[in-house]
């Protein structure tokens, strides 16, 4: 297994713009979040999924943020008319239910630029 | 409204000595606490963790201390070696969820010198 993958590693996009993200989890991880890290700051709860549903979202997700794992596996995070404040790295990590269930284990992050 | 804080933006050790890094919250419902570790390009690795039964915890070199009363954490760092230099966040996690909400303070950029 080679833990979280995330892609793309960098998008820059123009204010105004869709960008979409993907994260593959830990295969055997039924839990998948969705971090958001600005500069200086921590990372930030954006959303949380276990198998298929998505059972948290944070109020920083605005109605211009989507998310969805459709099978359980996969999951995309979808930005829609991009801002500039949108800038900021996207982290997707993973955990699994039980045993383990409390440590998080990070992608190396999608980095979004918005220009 | 920040309720982990790290209020050390950096730290510089020399290498073999201690390494002493601060956390404090102030949401008295968290109740799991975990540090990670992140170098550049990469996303944060789990370090350690500790939960509100217990004061300390112990792994090799890294020790957590929480001190419930103050709402302190601290990661210790003994001894420490240039490959600890990183950015360390410290993160809670409240008692009421059932799933892994962390928050996470700013982060502490770790540099030991050689």
């Known amino acids: 297994d080679t833990g979280v993958s995330q892609d793309p590693r960098h998008k820059i996009t123009k204010r105004g713009q869709n960008v979409t993200f993907r994260c593959d989890p830990i295969?055997?991880?039924?839990?998948l979040y969705w971090y958001r890290q600005t500069l200086g700051q921590g990372p930030e709860f954006l959303t949380y999924?276990?198998?298929?549903?998505?059972?948290?979202k944070s109020r920083l997700l605005s109605d211009r943020f989507s998310a969805e794992r459709p099978k359980g596996s996969f999951s995309t995070l979808e930005i829609q008319r991009t801002e500039q404040g949108d800038s900021a790295m996207y982290l997707c990590?993973?955990?699994?239910?039980?045993?383990?269930?409390?440590?998080?284990?990070f992608g190396a992050g999608s980095r979004l630029t918005v220009l | 409204d920040q309720q982990v804080k790290q209020n050390s933006p950096s730290l510089s050790v020399q290498e073999g000595r201690i390494s002493i890094l601060n956390c404090d919250y102030t949401?008295?419902?968290?109740?799991?606490f975990l540090w990670y570790k992140k170098y550049p390009a990469e996303g944060p690795t789990f370090l350690i963790s500790?939960?509100?039964?217990?004061d300390k915890n112990e792994d090799g070199r890294f020790t957590v201390f929480l001190n419930k009363s103050a709402k302190h954490l601290s990661l210790h760092i003994v001894p420490s070696q240039p490959g600890d230099s990183a950015v360390y966040f410290c993160?809670?996690?409240?008692?009421?969820?059932?799933?892994?909400?962390?928050?996470f303070g700013s982060g502490t950029k770790l540099n030991v010198k050689p």
């Open positions: 990590a993973s955990s699994p239910v039980g045993l383990g269930a409390n440590v998080l284990t």
């Open positions: 295969s055997e991880h039924n839990r």
């Open positions: 999924f276990q198998n298929e549903a998505q059972l948290e």
């Open positions: 949401n008295s419902m968290f109740d799991y």
């Open positions: 500790i939960s509100s039964i217990k």
């Open positions: 993160a809670a996690s409240p008692a009421l969820y059932n799933f892994n909400k962390f928050y």
